[in-house]
């Protein structure tokens, strides 16, 4: 899946796998979109997203996230378009999008 450029995945049960390995994408460097659609990921922790650097879009509607820490997404530098619909948040650090200097659309 090494020039893997879209992914998308639905309605799948990958909390356990989420929490074992936390840099669960670190070898799709060249993803540019990502959809997680109605997946219970819940946390997203600073590592989820490393070497997803060429990122661009990036959704992750109902998936039930009731957290975001502060840096989850510093190493998305290219990342234009995010989208948090449906999920459980009530409370986000303005740090957490500090450094999506490309970010149009949220």
Same mark, same amino acid.
């Given at each position: 899946f090494k020039n893997l450029e879209s992914l998308t995945l639905r309605h799948c ?11 669960? *994408? @670190? !070898? =799709?460097? /060249? +993803?540019?979109? #990502?959809? $997680?659609?109605?997946? &219970?990921?819940?946390? %997203? ?27 989850? *997404? @510093? !190493? =998305?530098? /290219? +990342?234009?378009? #995010?989208? $948090?619909?449906?999920? &459980?948040?009530?409370? %986000? ?14």
């Open positions: 049960n990958f909390v356990g796998l989420m929490m074992k390995n936390k840099s669960l *994408f @670190k !070898n =799709l460097n /060249n +993803l540019i979109r #990502l959809e $997680l659609t109605c997946i &219970k990921i819940q946390l %997203i922790d600073n590592n989820l997203f490393t070497g997803l650097e060429k990122l661009e879009e990036l959704s992750l509607n109902q998936c039930e996230i009731d957290n975001i820490q502060v840096n989850s *997404f @510093k !190493n =998305l530098i /290219n +990342l234009k378009k #995010l989208a $948090l619909n449906q999920n &459980k948040l009530t409370n %986000i650090e303005l740090e957490t999008f500090s450094d999506l200097n490309k970010l149009v659309f949220f």
